[in-house]
């Protein structure tokens, strides 16, 4: 009987263990924590968006490896995996899949179960410090010994007790810390990502605390926006812009924005660029001045903040005219405004200063080059019997479920292929 070892107990950890455990495998997990699936009550707001119903391998930082994967293990397989183990999940906005108790607990509890039932152990409160192959001379003390006792790889405890296994599962979530693998096993410097990004808040002031929805998007060169609008003046002209843009709730802060879209963009914007607000993002710039300007003609009295609080809410209204250069307080007088003001709702710059707090981002980018994996298994191309899953990878996907979906698609691939398994089903 093979004897594999996962160290990391959170969504990749857990499914890994019992994937290997169901398929023969002696396994042991080690986890830091007092118990094993703690991290995974912390997600999504405490209600784990734990898939989503249209997984992309382009929604990842690293898509190609991803579509291995996930031709290996179909995204509507990792689903009904979950539905086969007793949990009922229910479907939201954009295709959030949620369980249906809309409680984290649900899912940990679920998968502790399943855990018992395979008949994996956990070892808790217990943090290993190196992975190291048996028998390596100087590197570990005991080491010669693992290796007489038939296993490949030796676990070396803060406690200094150490084990030896055939197969090792890394599931140690982000920023793994170095020295704990092989040092030819490269390494890609991590940083938080979908997170809230501050940005400068002159034009912003006085809209903490309002929602909505909207496209943002990155240009490197601000001077291409005027591409956006040239087919208002020139019907034939074609706009070339190709960078990234996120759909989706936008929160002002104090701080400058957070919400769903701000947290994908984070993925990609860097301190110093700007970052752009189409606040009427379902309507082409013909579309937008055409509405603005037609609203002047009918209610004329009204003021440019009031023309403009009938398509967006009236606080981020004033501070689109305010950015548009004209007074909020008096009427549109000419066609030109109407032009300016769909312009700049459609074109509202922010200067990005970084993340708002690290502590509060959700994935780590960066981990262990997944040029050294295989895809298909997760084990690492250079050490037999060596495997990284979930957020050790340096594999990062948009919000919405994606990144937990990686944790199990990869945790899994790497439980059935460590205990040397065709296939299992977790249940």
Not at 39 to 45: D, E, F, Q, R, V
Not at 188 to 209: F, R
Not at 248 to 275: C, H, K, N, T, W
């Amino acid at each position: 009987m093979a004897r594999v070892a996962v160290v990391g107990g959170g969504a990749s950890g857990l499914v890994a263990a019992i994937e290997a455990a169901r398929s023969g495998a002696d396994v042991v997990l080690y986890e830091e924590a007092d118990r094993v699936g703690k991290k995974i009550l912390a997600t999504g707001n405490g209600r784990c968006n734990l898939s989503n119903a249209d997984i992309m391998s382009d929604d990842y930082n690293r898509p190609e490896f991803v579509q291995e994967a996930m031709n290996e293990l179909p995204p509507e397989d990792v689903l009904q995996m979950f539905v086969s183990a007793g949990l009922l999940v229910s479907e939201e906005d954009e295709g959030r899949i949620y369980p249906y108790s809309n409680k984290a607990a649900t899912v940990v509890d679920v998968l502790r179960l399943c855990f018992t039932e395979a008949g994996a152990k956990a070892c808790c409160s217990s943090k290993v410090e190196r992975i190291v192959p048996a028998g390596e001379a100087g590197e570990v003390q005991n080491a010669a010994l693992c290796e007489n006792d038939g296993g490949r790889w030796a676990l070396v405890c803060a406690d200094g007790a150490v084990e030896a296994f055939d197969s090792v599962i890394v599931a140690v979530g982000g920023a793994p810390e170095k020295g704990l693998v092989p040092d030819d096993v490269k390494y890609v410097s991590t940083h938080p990502v979908l997170v809230g990004l501050k940005t400068d808040t002159a034009n912003i002031k006085g809209l903490s605390g309002i929602r909505v929805r909207a496209r943002l998007y990155l240009d490197t060169d601000p001077e291409d926006l005027r591409d956006a609008w040239m087919d208002v003046v020139d019907p034939d002209f074609e706009a070339d812009y190709v960078g990234p843009e996120e759909r989706g709730e936008i929160l002002f802060r104090d701080y400058g924005i957070s919400g769903i879209a701000a947290f994908d963009m984070s993925r990609y914007v860097r301190p110093g660029q700007m970052v752009f607000i189409d606040l009427l993002p379902d309507l082409d710039p013909q579309e937008k001045v055409d509405f603005i300007w037609n609203q002047v003609l009918s209610h004329p009295s009204r003021t440019a903040c009031e023309v403009l609080s009938g398509m967006m809410p009236s606080r981020v209204a004033r501070a689109v005219v305010t950015a548009a250069g004209l007074n909020p307080d008096e009427p549109i007088i000419a066609e030109q405004e109407a032009v300016v003001l769909a312009m700049v709702s459609e074109s509202f710059g922010l200067t990005v200063k970084g993340i708002a707090d690290p502590k509060q981002a959700q994935v780590m980018r960066g981990g262990y080059a997944v040029k050294h994996f295989c895809p298909s298994t997760m084990e690492c191309k250079k050490h037999a019997g060596l495997y990284a899953v979930g957020e050790a990878l340096d594999i990062d996907g948009r919000c919405g479920g994606y990144n937990l979906h990686w944790a199990w698609t990869s945790g899994i691939l790497a439980g059935r292929a460590a205990a040397g398994a065709v296939r299992s089903v977790l249940r």
